[in-house]
């Protein structure tokens, strides 16, 4: 089955600065990945995802680049605020029809100091 | 991500009790899923199901146990036999030809 593997585990930025987050995959047919933000205590929130037909993805001030031929995808987090803090998780799914299967990474934690 | 709901929100059972967890949306969206959240892991798939009356195991499916009897509803039973349940539960679901998931808010299962 798919794995995902994810770095860093945490991930300390000031406000301000950019932060990076990568994952790599091991199915080479995976051809959607998402990432979710989690606040504590809170559910998974999507905030961006890209299709394998895409190599990167822009929403404000949050992007995703996907290399197939290396099997990683990374998230970009530019001007980072303190609201940006969060445990990050991306994933990846083979699955078509109705339902996607998807497998997580064992996410990042970043923090945003002031 | 609204449009679904779990109740409890907190859940305390006592070792060698079956539990069983709601989870209904109103998006009227095909498929639904069950998580497990444990700490510094990710979410692992217990259970999912395309359509009413049919679910597929997940990868970690040993000792909990699904229905799918309406397209609204797809509660989740942690049986006695499930080596350690404790641990936050998330529902998802998502629409028919579509990817993207939605979550619950979750259910928090401590069994002690």
């Known amino acids: 089955g798919e794995n995902v593997e994810q770095h860093p585990s945490t991930l300390s930025v000031q406000e301000g600065d950019s932060a990076v987050i990568k994952c790599t995959y091991s199915d080479s047919a995976s051809n959607y990945f998402p990432w979710y933000k989690q606040e504590l205590g809170k559910r998974p929130q999507l905030i961006i995802d890209?299709?394998?037909?895409?190599g990167e993805k822009k929403d404000q001030r949050i992007a995703v680049t996907l290399n197939k031929t290396a099997k990683h995808f990374s998230l970009h987090i530019t001007e980072t605020q303190p609201e940006d803090s969060a445990v990050y998780f991306c994933a990846a799914t083979t699955s078509a029809g109705t339902a996607s299967k998807l497998t997580f990474g064992t996410g990042t934690r970043l923090q945003v100091t002031l | 991500d609204g449009g679904i709901t779990q109740s409890p929100k907190y859940l305390f059972r006592k070792e060698g009790q079956n539990v069983t967890l709601s989870c209904e949306q109103n998006?009227?969206?095909?498929?639904m899923y069950w998580y497990r959240q444990d700490p510094g892991q990710g979410l692992r798939l217990i259970y999912y199901?395309?359509?009413?009356?049919?679910?597929q195991k997940g990868d970690i499916a040993e000792g909990y146990s699904v229905s799918r009897e309406k397209k609204e509803s797809f509660p989740l039973t942690v049986t006695s036999a499930q080596k350690n349940p404790t641990a936050f539960y998330l529902c998802?679901?998502?629409?028919?030809?579509?990817?993207?998931?939605?979550f619950g808010p979750g259910t928090r299962l401590t069994v002690t």
């Open positions: 890209i299709r394998s037909n895409v």
């Open positions: 199901s395309q359509i009413v009356n049919d679910f």
């Open positions: 998802a679901s998502s629409s028919q030809g579509r990817y993207e998931q939605y």
């Open positions: 998006l009227n969206h095909d498929a």
